[in-house]
């Protein structure tokens, strides 16, 4: 230690030349500091649920992480000028060169019912004219589930625009350029709010500045006022604060030369480095002023360093410990923070040893502040006489004081159970916080702002067991608040098919499957939601904000179902006794997904009667049945000019005498062969299609009965399953696969909550170990550092105790609170008992206890005052999880000092006397 003296006192000027070249460098690469907060890469792309996740917009190109969603409100949207108006903003939006795509209201698809039978279109290409037909749209809308709810909102007042931006854009100017043109083209009296997760993060960006901006300024006043109080000298004053600025801007210098971004919680380091480091400097000016009383200046700065030094370097040591152990979580904002924290806090010790030693061996005080010259039983400040007041208490009160630590521990550890995670928005953000804002008023307004995606895989997405599991999966799974308002192309073709068969089902013919799907292959937004070779698709959920216990419970519900679902399948005929029943109970688990509660029996029964009678039997030849069947075919029948009523009586005729339909359609209506057979076959086909009808319909009030609740048209999905020909039985060797995969942003963010409390528990572990080894280096004993580690495993206990009884949850800020208390706190514990050993050594007996306290307790005392002080200043932040991160990591180490002057100190003299006590008992021998 004396050779390193002298060595400073030698090269005092270069050392402090190279402090202003370093300082100056930093200072300017900091220009180039930028911060990235994105969920999907707060673990590695490694990471099977992020890696999974990054491959949709690879497959599918209606999925684009690069996008950002532009909301519009009117007065009302569904009139003539506001729907040109929102054609012509999405018009200027394409023709960005960095947009790739735009979903908006008017490229959506709708299905049309026109006189040549069914269209699906763009809604553009049928823009309305007239409010008559603006309303009429509307009216169609309503039940568009692609729509309503979700590009519109459900009073048809507001409407989104989605712009999908290329892959290798800058996302930031993009967003600036729609921005732009969007402001250009609406009227000062339509709302315009931008939303996106880029947007999210630019306005977390400016919060995090914001805070280092106006907080870091703040903390440094509250530790100058502390600190004025500590020294009444402006050096003692101002140098640990400068010290402490300087670490701070030296280990930010150095992440942004290697590249590394910000994250909201990287923005509170400035503000926790000067809390932290300032306390070396504090340590080295508080011990310069004692040696200073009684040594010319350059000896008390050899001696000062000499005294200091190895403690400040453990303390150092002790706390990069407690932040580098933060590097084995795989939660990169946490792992970030750590690296950066370990280096402010090496720099710190270089600047509080090196740089404060070399300014007081150049520029050296001339006296010591008088009010630090402290001798008698009541001389000093208020410091001096609190510390004694303490020290008294120890030597004669040392019951009572065993007493209120071990009740305060009991009540602490009664807390820890309490300790939940949570990450919402409003959690983290705060309910006031724009951001909280922008995203309730997306939550109001359009559903959600977040959504889950169920992943299917198969051969071939057009197999009938397919879309129908995906109707069943989203049937089931739409009961949870994180998979709300599923769409897919499997509920597309419920829609399609209702308009053109007239019932919401998944027929299970091929051939009317291809008809369906000839109308999804002509509409870019449908074929965006599967894979090129037409294996993958998904269903999407929106998610709504629920707690994260209510996700975690949600998301395993979600699974068993998927898990209990046929993976590989065969289709066998319904000719098979076997079938039957299985299609039967198929049919009544089906109704029960969609909320059906049936008597099993009793259904399975009613069921299966009527799986063995053909649709046949179910043709009727009363007038009604016939005004049906000729309806059905109305547009064919006015085709060939004829009335309805000729037909039906001709109709009526055929099934009456059961003659063969073109004769009696030549006969009775005077039509040539060929004409007649036509009719003939068209009529057919609708017999067949009214007499399936029929044969549901009658199904449906026989389960009416039997459930006492009368049915909805959703249930047409499981009640026309009993027109099926061919079941899908489970089989080891089917030739129909599928399988699912969940994913979506809440399903990352419940991913990395699921990880805190393992990361939690592994970098604790890591920091305690880490923290002991070096006390057995600084101590040479396991004894002595098993003692010195107590007050550090009480203010971990605290710090638990305190998050599980103030409800405080478990996110990634105070994830890192227990590992910063471990490796901060342990910083008084070193000091207090490097003086307490060496005392012990001059002064035995109770002399030794009142001068570790009174001398280095002032400075443990003043550098825990400094640390709170700066921390609290965090409360004053816009982000709710940095003002909780701050007040419980100020709270906790406060907490600390008191455990190292109460537990410690009483430890310690507790060893004293048993030593002494076997010296005696030695002696005596």
Known sequence: MERLARWVRKYAWPILGATLFLTLLFLWKLQSIRFEDDVTKYVPESDPEVSFYNTLEEKFSGFQKK????????????????????????????????????????????????????????????????????????????????????????????????????????????????????????????????????????????????????????????????????????????????????????????????????????????????????????????????????????????????????????????????????????????????????????????????????????????????????????????????????????????????????????????????????????????????????????????????????????????????????????????????????????????????????????????????????????????????????RETFIEFKARETTSAELREELEKARAFLESRPKRVKRVPLEIAEAREFLAKTIIEDLGLFGVSLPQEKARAVVLEFLEKPWQEFIRKDDQFVQRVVQDARLEIEDLGLEEEAVCAALVESLAGNLPLPRVFEEQLGLDAESAEYLGSVLETSLERVAKRVKVETLREKLEELSGVRFEESHDFALYEVLDEAVYLEAEDGDITVAYRITGTPIIANHINEMLFSQQAKSMLLALVIVFGLLVLQLLSLRRASVAMVPILLTVVTSFGVMGWFRIPLNVATLMVASIAIGAGIDYAIHFTARWYREIAQNPGTRALQATLTNTGRGILLNALGVAGGLYVLALSRIHMLRIFGSLVATVLLIGVFYTFLALALLLHLEEYLGNNKARQRGNA
């Open 67 to 534: 996008s950002m969603i532009v909301a519009l409100e009117f007065d009302d949207l569904f009139t003539p000028e506001r729907l040109a108006l929102l054609q012509n903003v999405v018009e200027k939006i394409e023709s960005l060169p960095v947009v790739q795509k735009v979903t908006a209201l008017t490229n959506m698809p709708e299905i049309l019912t026109t006189e040549y039978g069914i269209e699906v279109r763009e809604v553009v290409e049928a823009l309305p004219e007239s409010h008559e037909e603006a309303r009429a749209l509307r009216e169609r809308l309503v039940g568009n589930d692609l729509v309503w709810g979700k590009i519109v909102t459900p009073d048809g007042r507001g409407t989104i625009i989605v712009a999908s931006f290329f892959d290798n854009v800058d996302q930031g100017q993009a967003i600036r350029d729609v921005t732009e043109v969007v402001r250009s083209e609406i009227p000062p009296d339509v709302r315009v709010t931008f939303f996106g997760a880029r947007i999210i993060m630019e306005e977390m960006s400016k919060d995090a500045q914001r805070n280092m901006r106006l907080l870091t300024p703040v903390a440094g006043g509250v530790l100058l006022a502390i600190l004025w109080f500590g020294f009444r000298s402006i050096r003692g004053m101002l140098l640990p604060i400068f010290v402490a600025l300087l670490s701070a801007l030296w280990a930010m210098g150095v992440a942004v030369f290697l590249g590394k971004s910000f994250t909201v919680i990287s923005a509170s380091l400035p503000v926790l480095l000067l809390a932290l480091v300032s306390a070396y400097g504090i340590h080295f000016i508080n011990r310069y002023y004692e040696e200073r009383r009684i040594a010319e200046s350059k000896e008390a700065v050899e001696r000062a360093l000499q005294g200091v030094f190895l403690p400040i370097l453990m303390s150092a040591l002790t706390t990069m410990g407690g932040f580098l152990s933060l590097l084995t979580a795989e939660i990169r904002p946490v792992s970030d923070f750590g690296l950066y924290a370990a280096l402010g806090v090496f720099f710190g010790m270089v600047l509080s040893t090196f740089s404060l030693g070399a300014f007081y061996t150049v520029f050296p005080i001339r006296y010591v502040p008088h009010h630090l010259e402290h001798s008698g039983e009541n001389g000093g400040d208020y410091f001096h006489r609190f510390l004694r007041f303490l020290s008294h208490s120890l030597l004669h009160r040392k019951r009572a004081v065993v007493l209120f630590l071990v009740a305060v521990t009991g009540i602490l550890c009664v807390g820890i159970p309490r300790i939940h995670v949570e990450t919402t928005i409003r959690m983290q953000m705060g309910a006031e916080h724009p951001i909280t804002k922008l995203v309730e008023y997306f939550k109001d307004r359009f559903g959600s702002t977040d959504y889950n995606y169920l992943c299917v895989t198969t051969e071939n997405i057009r197999e009938p067991f397919v879309l129908r599991e995906m109707i069943r999966v989203a049937q089931y799974m739409k009961r949870f608040q994180n998979f709300q308002e599923p769409s897919s192309l499997a509920s597309f073709l419920l829609d399609l098919n209702e308009a053109m068969e007239g019932w919401r089902a998944i027929p299970l013919e091929e051939e009317k499957i291809n008809n369906l799907w000839f109308f999804v292959n002509d509409n870019e937004y449908l074929k965006g939601r599967m894979t090129e070779d037409g």
